[in-house]
């Protein structure tokens, strides 16, 4: 079953602008990470936030983490059309172990 | 480093055919992982191998089976193909670190079409 859900499940905007996504998931966890997957191909890993952090940022991304509302959001700023793409959060466990689970993403559309 | 690498990267099987899918990981990771895409379900953990061990196994029928050799590269095989096996099936390859901090890193993925 899916851990984590994502919303909006769809979003467009133009170049220049801010685009959030959120991301909400069920159990608890040892670290949320969030994915970019172009057209149908492999995911790119974007960012990793830990249980114990709330903010974490790289270049345009800035990624937040509220464990007591169990959810977190993306922030891409200044988008780019190169940024289309669907946008996946996926939890791991406490285990150790290497699963991923993934919500359904948010498919983002960046207009020139 | 080389990223990971799945072969095929297309594939279309009939009905009942079993398949075969190869992942060669990132050189140095040790465990592979197994996902299936579909539009309807979206990406769902199929298996986790480690040092040639399955370790962790999703919610997927017996016909989905898979395995790792010594030098990490891993297959998996669907046999009894069905309608709905028809799938992107990714595998990611990641270096275990303590404390579940799993950044995986993902294959093209191989596009199995079953009609």
């Known amino acids: 079953s899916q851990q984590g859900e994502e919303d909006p499940q769809a979003l467009s905007i133009q170049e220049g602008e801010n685009a959030t996504m959120n991301c909400s998931y069920k159990?608890?966890?040892?670290?949320l990470q969030w994915y970019r997957q172009n057209s149908g191909r492999g995911l790119v890993h974007l960012i990793l936030?830990?249980?114990?952090?709330r903010e974490k940022h790289s270049g345009r991304l800035r990624v937040t983490l509220d464990t007591s509302k169990k959810s977190s959001s993306l922030l891409i700023t200044a988008s780019r059309a190169a940024d289309t793409a669907s946008y996946f959060c996926?939890?791991?466990?406490?285990?150790?172990?290497?699963?991923?689970?993934f919500g359904k993403g948010t498919m983002l559309l960046v207009s020139p | 480093k080389a990223g990971v690498t799945q072969t095929p990267r297309y594939l279309i099987k009939t009905r009942g055919q079993q398949v075969t899918l190869s992942c060669s990981p990132i050189?140095?990771?040790?465990?592979v992982s197994w996902y299936q895409q579909t539009p309807g379900q979206g990406l769902q953990f199929l298996f986790e191998?480690?040092?040639?061990?399955?370790?962790n196994k999703g919610n997927f029928p017996g016909r989905f089976s898979g395995r790792q050799f010594s030098n990490s590269r891993s297959e998996m095989n669907v046999s009894t193909l069905e309608l709905g096996d028809s799938a992107l099936y990714l595998c990611?390859?990641?270096?275990?670190?303590?404390?579940?901090?799993?950044?995986?890193?993902f294959g093209p993925g191989t596009r199995l079409t079953v009609l």
């Open positions: 990611a390859s990641s270096s275990r670190t303590s404390g579940g901090l799993n950044e995986q890193f």
């Open positions: 159990t608890s966890i040892n670290n």
């Open positions: 936030i830990r249980s114990n952090e």
């Open positions: 996926a939890t791991g466990r406490n285990s150790g172990y290497s699963t991923l689970t």
């Open positions: 050189s140095g990771h040790r465990s």
């Open positions: 191998y480690f040092s040639e061990t399955q370790r």
